[in-house]
């Protein structure tokens, strides 16, 4: 009995570590050895990454370093690593909402952090730790927006990338700083900044390191919308319900829908329409399916 226990363990836990590999994008053939990053990592504390799953099915993620501006210590890095396995193991989840505490978004890496590891290696592998987790985060079965208050910033402008939607107060600011530090971004936030604006405006923002303002983001189609509230309480709120337009109804619907689009966003066609098939075929002649056909047959 206790051998058979330890045995299901042993195989969820490979399960799992295997599913995790395949939502990555670097692992050892790619010389990445995470143990050894993460032991770096934590050698640089403060701050942290809270997560409230509420019942329904919405999860809020804090970035919490409001000291400076919630910029990304190493054990956030780490806590972020941390929160998005558990909302990949969270099966009812349907949507997730990040914002920063103290009425501002993130501020990047904590430049502590960055002067601390100014040598190539270590850059690299920070770049590729993270690019993992923001690549899992993207991939989440979620449907999630970034809440933007005050300033999204360098790292914290190639977050709210990875989100599906994002949202933004008014006065905020998002700015990919990176050319004003010699840099391009590493956390994913390029590729992923050509694929929501395109490669003309995508270039303009990075090689300008642009300010973009609510209205510009709109324009711009890297918003969705302006929230009427600036303050903590009252923009959640506000996205609270924007993101329930799309949440209502069963998990494994909202799911299946997130995951799908996440196909086609970045699979090539014929790929995309087999994952299509697959996904549909887990919901047709399911139970959320037959309870539609038996009780709404009709779409006025
Ligand atoms: C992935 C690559 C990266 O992300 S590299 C990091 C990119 N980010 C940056 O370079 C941001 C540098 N900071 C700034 O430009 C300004 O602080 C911004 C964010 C514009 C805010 O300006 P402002 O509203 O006037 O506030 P402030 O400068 O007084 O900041 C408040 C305290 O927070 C600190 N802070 C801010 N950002 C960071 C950061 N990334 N790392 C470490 N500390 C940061 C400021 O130094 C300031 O602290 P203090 O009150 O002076 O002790």
Redesign the pocket.
């Known amino acids: 009995m206790v051998i058979s226990m330890w045995k299901n363990l042993l195989q969820t836990m490979k399960e799992r570590i295997l599913q995790q590999r395949r939502m990555s994008v670097y692992n050892q053939a790619h010389g990445y050895e995470e143990e050894l990053v993460k032991k770096q990592l934590q050698q640089f504390a403060g701050g942290s990454i809270n997560l409230t799953k509420e019942d329904s099915g919405i999860g809020i993620l804090t970035l919490n370093n409001p000291?400076?501006?919630n910029?990304f210590t190493g054990t956030m890095m780490l806590e972020l690593q941390e929160r998005v396995t558990e909302l990949e193991n969270w099966k009812d989840g349907k949507g997730l909402i990040i914002y920063g505490a103290g009425n501002t978004f993130c501020?990047?890496?904590?430049?502590?952090v960055?002067k601390a590891i100014s040598n190539s290696q270590d850059g690299m592998n920070m770049c590729m730790f993270m690019q993992n987790t923001l690549t899992r985060l993207m991939r989440l079965p979620l449907i999630t927006v970034a809440l933007v208050q005050g300033?999204a910033?360098?790292?914290?402008a190639?977050l709210i990338t990875a989100c599906d939607f994002r949202l933004m107060t008014p006065g905020s600011e998002i700015r990919f700083?990176?050319k004003l530090?010699g840099?391009v971004?590493?956390?994913g936030g390029g590729a992923r900044l050509v694929r929501i604006v395109g490669s003309r405006a995508a270039l303009k923002l990075l090689s300008g390191a642009t300010r973009v303002d609510p209205e510009r983001a709109l324009h711009l189609g890297l918003s969705e919308e302006t929230l009427s509230s600036s303050d903590e309480a009252g923009a959640l709120e506000e996205a609270r319900a924007w993101l329930s337009q799309y949440t209502e109804g069963p998990a494994s619907v909202i799911r299946a829908t997130k995951e799908m689009v996440a196909a086609g966003r970045e699979l090539l066609l014929e790929a995309a329409l087999r994952t299509e098939k697959d996904i549909f075929g887990t919901l047709w002649g399911g139970p959320a399916n037959l309870q539609a056909l038996a009780t709404r047959p009709k779409h006025k």
């Open positions: 000291k400076i501006m910029a501020s990047g890496s904590d430049l502590n960055v300033k910033i360098g790292g914290g190639e700083v990176h530090m840099l971004p590493g956390w």
